[in-house]
């Protein structure tokens, strides 16, 4: 398996407009989370799935972002409209079902707002 | 509520020893983990210790809980410049059903030569 695939790299965009990140989960796992890393706030939870299901979303910060996950291999994070402070790296992990299994990582969105 | 605090930086030399130090607030944890970050990549796991073990060694990493300080650690012996990362503890909350990960802030190891 390729691991954890996320896509863009890298995205740049205007204020106002809308973004999507694209994540595909590791086949076979149960869970998948979105994070967003910043130096300020460090790598915080947003959202996380378990098969498919949206189990906890108190992270997303408000209203403007949303996540979908459609299938067992693909999911959106998006943000609609973007402001600069959502500037951040944005990484999508999948894991196993249970607590006691690695969280993978895919290579993060470097997201930049202007 | 859940919140896992470490320090932001530490500088080691080549071939010391490396202590990175973690305080977690939710005692519900079933597991605690570390994770490493190198630049420009994503998370990986390092090793992880179950809420009821005080001490887990693998390889260079020596794994240290204290569940009534609620105090996690990670030794590593002999240091070497490729350790330079960002390191971060994490807990876990929940069953096989239901299970979050939270992380701290992250430590940023530099090694000098």
């Known amino acids: 398996d390729a691991g954890v695939i996320q896509s863009p790299r890298h995205e740049v965009t205007e204020m106002g407009q809308e973004v999507t990140l694209r994540c595909k989960p590791i086949s076979g796992h149960d869970y998948l989370f979105w994070y967003r890393q910043t130096m300020m706030r460090g790598l915080e939870l947003l959202i996380y799935?378990?098969?498919?299901?949206?189990?906890?979303d108190s992270g997303m910060p408000e209203d403007r972002f949303s996540a979908k996950m459609p299938n067992a291999s693909f999911s959106t994070l998006k943000i609609q409209p973007s402001e600069p402070r959502d500037s951040a790296v944005y990484f999508c992990?999948?894991?196993?079902?249970?607590?006691?299994?690695?969280?993978?990582f895919g290579q993060g969105t470097r997201l930049t707002v202007v | 509520g859940e919140d896992v605090e470490q320090s932001l930086f530490l500088s080691v030399r080549e071939g010391d020893s490396s202590v990175i130090n973690c305080t977690y607030t939710d005692s519900s944890s079933t597991y605690l983990y570390w994770y490493k970050q190198e630049p420009g990549a994503g998370l990986q796991l390092l090793t992880y210790i179950f809420s009821n073990m005080d001490m887990k060694q693998d390889q260079r990493l020596t794994v240290l809980l204290n569940k009534k300080d609620k105090h996690l650690s990670l030794r590593i012996a002999d240091t070497q410049t490729g350790d330079s990362a960002i390191y971060f503890c994490a807990e876990s909350f929940g069953g096989d059903s239901s299970y979050k990960l939270i992380f701290g802030s992250g430590t940023r190891l530099l090694v000098r030569p």
């Open positions: 992990a999948s894991s196993l079902q249970g607590a006691n299994t690695e969280a993978f």
């Open positions: 799935f378990n098969n498919n299901v949206p189990i906890d």
